[in-house]
Each structure stands twice: as C-alpha cells, then as structure tokens.
C-alpha cells in the first residue's frame, strides 16, 4: 500500500470499522500506520485489539469501548431485510455518539441494468428491485432516517492483492467466460482505501453524501482474464459462451453477470480531485502482481474476484 498522510481530523478522532474483511481491514492497517487510533470489528475474535460484533448471537462490546468514536465505516453487508449489523445491535447507542463522518460501503448493484450505459450519481435508481440489491437500497434509506453526517460510498466488483484473476490462473481454476457486449465496472482496494481518506481531508460542508468508487475503464471479464495471463505467462482457459457456463455458476456469480453497466466517479475524480492509484485493471493488476510477489496474498481474504 502506498503511503498517506492521515487527514487531520482522523489523526484527532477514533474510527471504528465495522466488518473487518476485506476492505475493513486494509483501511485499518493504513489508518494504524500513520499513527490513527482504529477499532476494527469481526464476527470472531481475532487480535486481542479487536472487537467482536455479531448480529446472529447478539454478542456486542462494551458499550464504553465505543462512546468515543467519532467517524464509522461500516463495510459489512446488510442482511436481506436491509438492516445491517451494525444498526441492528448499535443502532440506539451510535446515534448518541459524537459522530463527525458515518461511511457505508454499498453497491453499485442498485442502478440495476443499464444495458451497458454509464450511470452516475445522479442517475434515477430502478422502480423495483430484488435480492441483494433491494436489501442495499433498504440499507440506504434507513441509514439515511438517522439524521447522522452520512456518506454513502457504492461500490462495483472489488479486487486487489490475493482477491483477483491471478490466482484463478495460478490454481488452473479460472474461466474464459464471454458474454457478448456485457462490461463490469472494478475498483482496486487500495482505491477505496485513497477515496476514503482523500475524502475526508476535505471540509465536512463539501463532502458528498453519495459517491460512486470506480476505476476509469469498465472491462469485460474476457478481456481482464487475458491481461492477467499475459502478466503471469501462462495459457488461457478454454473459451466459454456465458449461455454454456451459466448453468455451472452459483447465485452471487449470475446475480453479477445479469446487469450490464458502466459506472462513473467523475464525481469523485473531476470534483473532489481523487487521483486513482489505479485507473484501470491494468495498472491494478500489474500492482497486485508486485505485491503478491513481495509478500503474499494478503491474508485478509483470498478469495479470487468474480469477475
């Protein structure tokens, strides 16, 4: 990860990270770094540093532990009744907390199918949706009834070190799958990472409450798996028509491969003037590949991206 400089008001405040996965943990090894003080929450005890949080037993911290928090990042995903973990289980004390920024990972699941045209903030949501997205939208809205300083970061497919094509093709487990004009919108994680900090080096009066994360060249996933092959000098996969493969997919997989849009952060890049470490999966993968090589797949999750 490359480094920052940690905006001010984090270096004086106390960030709690609800969800230590993925994304959670990698803002909270950078905030930890620069010297910013960090409680990080898991569903099972992890370092002794960090909390547990599971709305599936209701096992919570001691509220003291948390009274002082003054920024939120929740990065866990909301169930399907759209409530998330930490609004089921903290909901009554984090609205009596001296709160100066509340982040929410969502999705950018929620425009729906454009058919492969670029959304934006702006862009009117669906009448109707259904599934994980629905959820999301219901997540919104409720974070948005509690009257707190929110911003909404929505999200498209995340990839980084250990979490990418390449180890798709290290395993011989990768797919060649092709669906005639359908594009996917990434981010690298380090991404969401910089966009949040960047983010909060600005005045709270000029932060967005809505915010698109996305790199700057929507792919299709043919194309990416090409490029990661190219990178590690190894031969593709045999070639797949999505109609062949869909069968052999499970549910998060077809529920991506349904939708087909691009997705602008023009609002992120031109007016809040975030320069992306990686503009597009080229850049990104060629970085994962460095850092993968220095040190391992981080450890945080290793799971390959979906697309």
Request: positive net charge.
């Amino acid at each position: 990860m490359a480094a920052v400089n940690l905006p001010s008001e984090l270096a004086r405040g106390r960030l709690l990270i609800v969800g230590g996965g993925y994304c959670g943990s990698r803002l909270a090894r950078q905030v930890r770094a620069d010297g910013g003080t960090v409680q990080l929450t898991h569903r099972q005890p992890r370092d002794t540093d960090d909390l547990v949080l599971d709305d599936s037993t209701g096992q919570r911290p001691d509220p003291a532990r948390l009274a002082a928090t003054t920024h939120l990042l929740v990065t866990a995903a909301p169930a399907a009744d759209g409530l998330d973990p930490a609004l089921r289980l903290l909901e009554t004390e984090l609205v009596r907390w001296p709160l100066r920024w509340v982040g929410v990972l969502s999705s950018t699941g929620v425009y729906g199918d454009s058919g492969g045209a670029w959304v934006d903030e702006d862009t009117p949501l669906p009448a109707a949706s259904a599934g994980r997205s629905a959820s999301r939208r219901r997540c919104e809205d409720h974070w948005r009834s509690l009257g707190v300083p929110l911003q909404i970061l929505r999200l498209p497919g995340i990839y980084g070190p250990g979490r990418n094509p390449l180890a798709g093709l290290r395993r011989g487990e990768a797919r060649l799958v092709h669906k005639p004009g359908q594009v996917f919108s990434r981010v690298h994680v380090d991404d969401i990472v910089g966009a949040i900090l960047h983010n909060l080096e600005r005045p709270a009066a000029h932060r967005p409450p809505l915010l698109n994360v996305a790199d700057r060249r929507p792919a299709p996933s043919s194309e990416v798996l090409g490029f990661a092959a190219h990178l590690l000098g190894v031969p593709l996969p045999s070639f797949q028509w999505y109609a062949e493969a869909e069968a052999g997919m499970g549910p998060m997989a077809r529920s991506f491969w349904q939708d087909n849009r691009r997705v602008s952060s023009r609002r992120l890049t031109d007016d809040l003037g975030y320069r992306l470490r990686y503009p597009t999966f080229r850049e990104g993968l060629r970085g994962c590949l460095r850092e993968e090589e220095r040190q391992g797949p981080d450890p945080a999750d290793r799971r390959p991206a979906d697309h």
